[in-house]
């Protein structure tokens, strides 16, 4: 079966028009970050999990009603065996009605997926890297092997990918590496984002000490950088702005203490094909049993569906009075 092509843009009871799909092909990692994942984590039983005809047919109906955007995600998507068949497939699409197919991976398998990535039609990636210190990645992530995440990050731009760093600002633990990586990363040609931690699923660590507003890290780094607001956007919620000492570019990701929600054109499928309408909220709707039970007309109408229960907003609070996580998932079901 093949989706439909109804050609009508999925437009929310808000008037945003969706153009940005999120794919996580796994909730399997090798890493287990300490703002993501717990140390022992239970995964799906790979039953449950959408095979790859099942993500394209879902990735073709979105695509055929005017989604533009595609990201892979995970987890860690490189992980997932097999899954170079699946970027094959949907890069095919960029030629039909897609106009961007990118990945966010932690990198460890970046070396050997480089250049199959960009024979595939992927020209940009995000890679998550939180500090260059071998000692303190090994702490973050629970697991180490730094130098296999910056051989991978080389060998993407070899084989002509351009490469962004995605860096969760950690207070009291990688806060006083962000100039440094500004600089590492803008020395290699590469943009910089910085991210706020989420109060996503319990992980063991205590989010309220470790929380850094990066309203609060822009002020700091004004003092230092000349930092000027630029028009450019890559599709996600990032907001960006020139770098004129290092000549580079600089995100801020602020889902705490900014939402960007009145601007979201962006949804998630999970590997079991739960199409969640915002990362904050758990309004949800079953792509893979629309599929399988209704086929292209199951699935158009399931989208129909989606649109009308998207939510405004997220509302995370993260303090000593609600140190609990906003959603009970963990940030590597939904994809990062």
Same mark, same amino acid.
Do not use: W
């Given at each position: 079966m093949t989706a439909p092509a109804p050609h009508r843009p999925l437009? $929310?009871?808000?008037? %945003?028009?969706?153009?940005? @799909?999120?794919i996580s092909v796994t909730d399997r990692c090798d890493f287990r970050c300490v703002y993501c994942m717990a140390e022992d984590m239970t995964f799906l039983p790979k039953k449950e999990v959408l095979d790859f005809e099942e993500i394209e047919a879902i990735a073709g109906a979105f695509i055929a009603r005017g989604t533009t955007r595609i990201r892979l995600t995970g987890g860690e998507p490189l992980v997932r065996r097999d899954i170079m068949r699946l970027v094959e497939t949907l890069g095919q699409r960029l030629s039909n009605g897609l106009e961007e197919l990118t990945l966010t991976t932690n990198g460890s398998q970046l070396a050997k997926h480089a250049t199959g990535l960009a024979a595939a039609g992927v020209r940009r990636i995000n890679v998550s890297l939180d500090t260059l210190d071998a000692d303190r990645f090994t702490a973050i992530t629970r697991r180490g092997r730094l130098a296999d995440v910056l051989a991978g990050i080389e060998a993407a731009q070899a084989a002509g990918l351009a490469v962004k760093i995605n860096m969760v600002a950690m207070r009291g633990v990688n806060d006083d590496e962000i100039e440094p990586m500004l600089h590492w990363a803008h020395g290699r040609g590469m943009g910089l984002t910085l991210?706020?931690?989420?109060?996503?699923g319990e992980v063991g660590i205590d989010r309220v000490d470790s929380y850094l507003p990066l309203r609060e890290l822009h002020q700091n780094l004004s003092r230092r950088f000349t930092l000027t607001?630029?028009?450019?956007?890559?599709?996600?919620?990032a907001r960006y702005v020139? +770098?004129?000492?290092? &000549? &580079?570019t600089l995100g801020f990701i602020t889902p705490m203490s900014h939402n960007f929600c009145e601007s979201c054109n962006r949804v998630r499928l999970t590997a079991t094909g739960q199409l969640y309408l915002c990362l904050?909220? $758990?309004?949800? +709707?079953? @792509? %893979?049993d629309a599929w399988r039970e209704g086929?292209?007309?199951? @699935? #158009?109408?399931? @989208? $129909?569906?989606?649109? %009308?229960?998207?939510?405004?907003?997220? $509302?995370? +609070?993260? #303090? %000593?009075?609600?140190?609990?996580?906003?959603v009970a998932r963990h940030m590597s079901v939904t994809g990062g």
């Open positions: 437009i $929310d009871g808000f008037g %945003r028009r969706i153009s940005y @799909l999120r991210i706020e931690g989420m109060p996503l607001p630029t028009t450019k956007r890559t599709g996600g919620p020139h +770098v004129a000492e290092t &000549g &580079g904050g909220q $758990d309004d949800q +709707v079953n @792509l %893979r086929g292209p007309e199951g @699935l #158009d109408a399931a @989208l $129909d569906h989606a649109m %009308r229960i998207k939510p405004k907003g997220h $509302d995370f +609070v993260l #303090d %000593r009075t609600r140190p609990a996580p906003a």
